[in-house]
């Protein structure tokens, strides 16, 4: 479960301890609210949440925009234990993998060495 929500361990402390130039830029100016909105549209059908699960694909946007960047494992970490004290599995289901990839495509840029604009993902 480790390696899922966070990565190989070292990897991990070599991020933290040497953050990519991208993801310092990403995390000082966020992510246009209008772009990850659409292409999480995109990826997701939103017509088919509960408003719960709504409430917290809205929080992840927000986070999305202020930082630029979140990491799988805050998804489990306030704000979004509101919404379920299990994670994203228990709230969303089997849908919850699309909610991980999203996330996962988004973050892809930030964590790049070289920020390539022709990288699919937002940002």
């Given at each position: 479960m480790f390696t899922r929500l966070y990565g190989d361990k070292s990897r991990?402390?070599?991020e933290v301890e040497n953050p990519p130039?991208?993801?310092l830029i990403r995390s000082i100016i966020g992510l246009d609210r209008a772009e990850v909105e659409t292409r999480l549209a995109e990826y997701i059908n939103r017509g088919v949440f509960t408003p719960q699960q709504l409430r917290f694909v809205d929080t992840l946007v927000d986070c999305l925009v202020r930082d630029g960047y979140v990491p799988l494992g805050a998804l489990y970490e306030p704000p979004f234990d509101q919404f379920h004290f299990e994670g994203p599995e228990e709230l969303f289901g089997p849908a919850a993998?699309?909610?991980f990839d999203?996330?996962?495509m988004t973050?892809?840029?930030a964590m790049s060495p070289l920020c390539d604009a022709s990288q699919r993902g937002v940002g």
């Open positions: 991990i402390l070599f130039l991208s993801l993998e699309r909610i999203f996330v996962e973050n892809r840029p």
